[in-house]
């Protein structure tokens, strides 16, 4: 039986099995992310998050230590100047397994595994979007002004009220200055003088030449 035994074999010897970690893990420090089934998932998952602990110290032991475990001196390297920088303030947990599904053939789950810190589908940095759930909101919340926005135009609406009222009153005293009422225009009809009647006096003045003239005839 298997009580208290930890190690997932595969199916493989331990020499066969150390080969193929060695040439998974340095597969996926290269790639980035690999598929591969559930089970070698896991078992790659313990096998090389302990030498991406030992790769954020670069010293000369670290990297015979590493180097005994992938046999690859590339993925050491990449290891040692590129991954080690980005995963510097990671406290460990530098590898996601997603599960995708079963595998044609022989139905095996399987899985991709990648490095959490070179992910380009999951993207934390963009600005997340507040979305309503009602469709007519945001067409409402844009039309509808604002408490300030509202008491910024009966302001406006005010002064100028004001100003129009005050330019009618002022035009109200000048036509009233210009124009007399009736009454006053009844008023010094009356105290006028009536104008004498200048035809009498002329038709007069011309009976009197005449007169004139028939005495001197005589």
Do not use: C, W
């Not at 420090?29 to 559930?38: D, F, L, Q, S």
């Not at 397994?97 to 990648?114: T, W, Y």
């Not at 959490?116 to 469709?135: H, M």
Request: proline share 3%.
């Amino acid at each position: 039986m298997r009580h208290g035994k930890k190690i997932a074999h595969l199916g493989r010897t331990a020499s066969h099995r150390k080969a193929m970690m060695a040439n998974m893990a340095s597969s996926l420090i290269e790639h980035k992310r690999i598929n591969t089934t559930v089970a070698k998932a896991k078992a790659l998952k313990k096998f090389v998050e302990p030498l991406i602990t030992k790769a954020k110290s670069d010293t000369t032991h670290n990297r015979r230590v590493v180097f005994s475990a992938l046999r690859n001196k590339y993925a050491v390297s990449e290891l040692f100047r590129d991954i080690a920088e980005k995963v510097a303030d990671r406290p460990g947990g530098y590898t996601r397994i997603i599960k995708v599904g079963s595998r044609l053939g022989d139905n095996a789950s399987m899985a991709l595994i990648e490095l959490v810190d070179f992910n380009d589908i999951y993207v934390t940095d963009k600005p997340t979007k507040k979305r309503s759930r009602r469709r007519g909101g945001k067409k409402k919340a844009e039309t509808a002004p604002t408490a300030v926005e509202a008491e910024e135009v009966e302001d406006v609406v005010e002064e100028v009220t004001e100003e129009v009222a005050a330019a009618t009153e002022a035009e109200e005293v000048v036509v009233v200055e210009k124009t007399p009422t009736p009454e006053a225009s009844v008023e010094e009809s009356e105290g006028a003088e009536p104008a004498e009647d200048t035809t009498e006096t002329t038709s007069e003045a011309d009976e009197n030449q005449e007169e004139s003239k028939d005495d001197k005839h005589e």
